[in-house]
């Protein structure tokens, strides 16, 4: 993976996990009972920008290992951008709007997280595969034979 990649990854899931860091406040808050809301959503969003900012941080560091051409360097950066502020904006939204993001129904809010968790679902899924692709062409190259 390409050195840009890799800073950009390490950068963004910063970012990722310095939301999911904040919405820790409100999770606090309703915990106490000092704001309503769902607990485990607000855990959800919590967990969420630390969890996705950790994997991005994680291929970010390992990304020098990878064995990738640049389009597939770049489309891990991508898949993995889209997969770490999808998760953790749907969670935040779902929180603050009561809604879970299950089906792809309204109201429009309900809407709105169903496609960020849709599309971070996919970002994920297609980041980590061509990640597994890179560390097996990686391993292939230099094992003896």
């Not at 050195?3 to 919405?23: E, Q, T």
């Not at 915990?31 to 630390?50: C, N, P, Q, T």
């Not at 309204?106 to 980590?128: S, Y």
Request: net charge neutral; aromatic share 6%; glycine share 14%.
């Amino acid at each position: 993976m390409d050195a840009r990649a890799r800073r950009s990854l390490v950068f963004h899931g910063v970012i990722v996990i310095l939301l999911g860091l904040l919405a820790g406040f409100p999770f606090a808050f309703v915990i106490s009972g000092d704001l309503a809301g769902e607990v485990r959503a607000w855990r959800m969003a919590h967990l969420e920008g630390v969890l996705n900012g950790l994997v991005m941080l994680g291929m970010g560091a390992a990304g020098s290992l990878l064995l990738l051409s640049a389009l597939q360097s770049r489309v891990v950066e991508i898949s993995l951008l889209v997969a770490g502020y999808g998760n953790v904006v749907a969670s935040i939204l779902g929180a603050c709007f009561g809604v879970r993001g299950l089906t792809p129904e309204g109201p429009a809010a309900n809407l709105i997280v169903f496609l960020l968790f849709t599309a971070a679902v996919v970002g994920v899924f297609v980041g980590l595969s061509l990640a597994a692709l890179g560390a097996l062409r990686s391993r292939e190259a230099r094992e003896p034979d």
